[in-house]
């Protein structure tokens, strides 16, 4: 999934979820917790195999269950005992769901690799035979992302890939923008 489905994905269960709980609704604050959430496991894992050489692949323990599980219950533990739930709801939102869609894309594209990708170190996917570094790779998964759209012939593959950023953007605009007023602020105080 790309960085934006992330983020668009994430969005959308944390503002559903918002609506669910007592909160009085997504703030700026929640939704810059949530879009650092979001990319987390990719910040993580991928710069440690294409920058780093550390994981062979950037599926690892960023993308594991066994370290995302633990991780959210804590930062949700803290940040209720600060009395920050919402941003701590943020978080495993965040998170979470970036394992969920990673696991619910290679499901939806007919992937050979499904729930392994959450498993690490029980599964460890190989590298690459020609580490290309993150810039070449980066380039190569978009080329290929771009083929994709240019032969799709089901049109499926628009509605996995363009659906939940549309859809968190109209959520987001039914939430009255957040952060948007926070980002204006900024900028105003900076000039």
């Known amino acids: 999934m790309w960085p934006w ?15 669910l709980t007592a909160d009085p609704g997504v703030t700026g604050r929640d ?27 950037g599926y ?15 930062v949700y533990w803290l940040a209720q005992r ?7 709801l943020a978080f495993v939102v965040g998170y979470w769901s ?20 959450v498993l690490w170190p029980l599964v460890i996917f190989p590298g690459s035979e020609d580490p290309a570094g993150a810039i070449t790779t980066v380039m190569g998964f978009l080329v290929a992302f771009l083929e ?10 628009f509605v996995v890939f363009f659906g ?8 987001w605009l039914v939430d009255g923008a957040p952060g948007l007023r926070e980002l204006y602020q900024w900028a105003v105080r900076s000039e």
């Open 5 to 19: 489905g992330h983020a668009a994905f994430g969005y959308v269960l944390y503002s559903l979820s918002s609506r």
């Open 31 to 57: 939704v810059l917790v949530l879009a650092v959430a979001t990319q987390l496991p990719d910040l993580v894992d991928k710069s440690a195999a294409w920058v780093f050489d550390v994981f062979a692949s």
């Open 60 to 74: 690892a323990a960023g993308h594991s269950l066994f370290v995302a599980l633990p991780v959210g219950l804590a």
């Open 82 to 88: 600060r009395d920050s739930e919402s941003l701590g």
């Open 98 to 117: 970036h394992l969920a869609g990673d696991v619910l894309l290679a499901i939806l594209l007919d992937k050979p690799y499904t729930v392994g990708k």
């Open 148 to 157: 994709l759209l240019v032969t799709a012939e089901d049109p499926t593959v």
């Open 164 to 171: 939940p950023p549309l859809a968190a953007i109209a959520l």
